[in-house]
T-cell receptor, first 112, second 116 residues
């Protein structure tokens, strides 16, 4: 039982490059989320998916796109990375009826 | 949208003493208030949560109180131990909507240090 798995764990990009962060959960959860964590700013919601086939914007969606590939997988794409997107990214999932978010280990992204 | 303010940003207490972290929220429709603990280099993990129909909830040495009128909620840790050292985040959301997902808005975090 792996829980929530994110890849890659570390990535360095140059400004303008693109990349996709992958997330998969094996807990049969309906809802999945992408957060970014920056020092002194807590966790901010980028995008979320209430259920397979739906996605919606969070607090800071600009510069990102997401895909809910199936019930297990939710990917986050940076089309043209900017230094302001340097952050730690967390994927999370939850059931429809319970509040607890289960987080992945995080992906540290540096954009030069 | 919802806005959550958390204070203090850092807190240092002696081992065995109590620690209190406070949060305020802006959206009176919010009905779910969890607290997460994040140890250095680790993922956030839920430690306790409270729903708006309850004023207080306890789990061993930790407790959360909620004042809906003032839109305040607080985390209380008693008899602190070195393993309580971590960053703590409060959050608020409207839970139970039609789609079932929640848009949790987090506070800025409190770095708690327990001094031996």
């Amino acid at each position: 039982n792996a829980g929530v798995t994110q890849t890659p764990k570390f990535q360095v990009l140059k400004t303008g490059q693109s990349m996709t962060l992958q997330c998969a959960q094996d807990m049969n959860h309906n809802s999945m989320y992408w957060y970014r964590q920056d020092p002194g700013m807590g966790l901010r919601l980028i995008y979320y998916s209430a259920s397979e086939g739906t996605t919606d914007k969070g607090e800071v969606p600009n510069g990102y796109n997401v895909s809910r590939l199936n019930k297990r997988e939710f990917s986050l794409r940076l089309e043209s990375a900017a230094p302001s997107q340097t952050s730690v990214y967390f994927c999370a999932s939850s059931t429809r009826m319970a509040g607890e978010l289960f987080f992945g280990e995080g992906s540290r992204l540096t954009v030069l | 949208g919802e806005n959550v303010e958390q204070h203090p940003s850092t807190l240092s207490v002696q081992e065995g003493d109590s620690a209190v972290i406070k949060c305020t929220y802006s959206d009176s429709a919010s009905n779910y208030f969890p607290w997460y603990k994040q140890e250095l280099g680790k993922r956030p993990q839920l430690i306790i949560d409270i729903r708006s129909n309850v004023g207080e909830k306890k789990d061993q040495r930790i407790a959360v109180t909620l004042n809906k009128t003032a839109k305040h909620f607080s985390l209380h840790i008693t008899e602190t131990q070195p393993e309580d050292s971590a960053v703590y985040f409060c959050a608020a959301s409207i839970f139970g909507g039609i789609q079932g997902a929640q848009k949790l808005v987090f506070g800025q975090g409190t770095r708690l240090t327990i001094n031996p």
